[in-house]
């Protein structure tokens, strides 16, 4: 079935350390995205690519990476994570309309 | 850039009311305006949506009305029923295709 996979699904970890948000989909999408969201609260993007080898920063993109060297994945990178990062990162692809979104990482930072 | 604007941010209803929610938005050569439901822990799902060359949309007990001139789009809930308490977020699409614009949410709460 096509669909929207992110892992770690939840990660507690120190101040300072590099973390990398994995997300791939079998949606056949171009398009991919990455979101900042508290809970209940709006979405923030982060960073979005429309295609391979191309990536566009959003909002909150300052203290990220990320990379598109295949269609199917778009990891997240923080290479330094702080206690501010603690949220909830959700990916979402889409093509020629529909955006569909992940189950999300629920990130805890110390 | 586009800016969508959603209110209210939280609403309470009756079970069997029907639940309204507004979002206006600023560019008016986006044309694709999507809704997400996104119930406690879960992902958003999305709902319904409308393109610009519609004005109308409905779908058993939501439907999604648009009106280009003033540049707003509703959501309506008819028949509420308790598993519709969620947060619901409108979108709209930028005209290059590439990005969405989401407003800041609206808590609905139906009580039994």
């Known amino acids: 079935e096509a669909d929207i996979y992110q892992t770690p699904r939840y990660l507690v970890i120190g101040t300072g350390k590099k973390i990398t948000l994995e997300c791939s989909q079998t949606?056949?999408?171009?398009?991919m995205y990455w979101y900042q969201q508290d809970p209940g609260m709006e979405l923030h993007l982060i960073h979005y690519?429309?295609?391979?080898?191309?990536?566009e920063k959003g909002d909150l993109s300052s203290e990220s990476t990320v990379s598109r060297i295949r269609t199917e994945h778009f990891p997240l990178t923080l290479e330094s994570a702080r206690p501010s990062h603690t949220s909830q990162y959700l990916c979402?692809?889409?093509?020629?309309?529909?955006?569909?979104f992940g189950p999300g990482t629920r990130l805890t930072v110390l | 850039g586009e800016n969508v604007e959603q209110h209210p941010s939280t609403l309470s209803v009756q079970e069997g009311d029907s639940a309204v929610i507004k979002c206006t938005y600023s560019?008016?050569?986006?044309?694709?305006f999507p809704w997400y439901k996104q119930e406690l822990g879960k992902r958003p799902q999305l709902i319904i949506d409308?393109?610009?060359?519609?004005g109308e949309k409905k779908d058993q007990r939501i439907a999604v009305t648009l009106n280009k001139t003033a540049k707003h789009f509703s959501l309506h809930i008819t028949e509420t029923q308790p598993e519709d308490s969620a947060v619901y977020f409108c979108?709209?699409?930028?005209?290059?295709?590439?990005?969405?614009?989401f407003g800041t949410g609206t808590s609905l709460t139906v009580i039994p």
């Open positions: 949606m056949g999408h171009d398009k």
């Open positions: 979108a709209a699409q930028s005209n290059t295709g590439n990005q969405f614009y």
């Open positions: 690519s429309y295609g391979v080898n191309s990536t």
């Open positions: 979402a692809s889409s093509g020629f309309g529909e955006q569909f």
């Open positions: 560019d008016s050569a986006s044309n694709y």
């Open positions: 409308i393109r610009s060359n519609v």
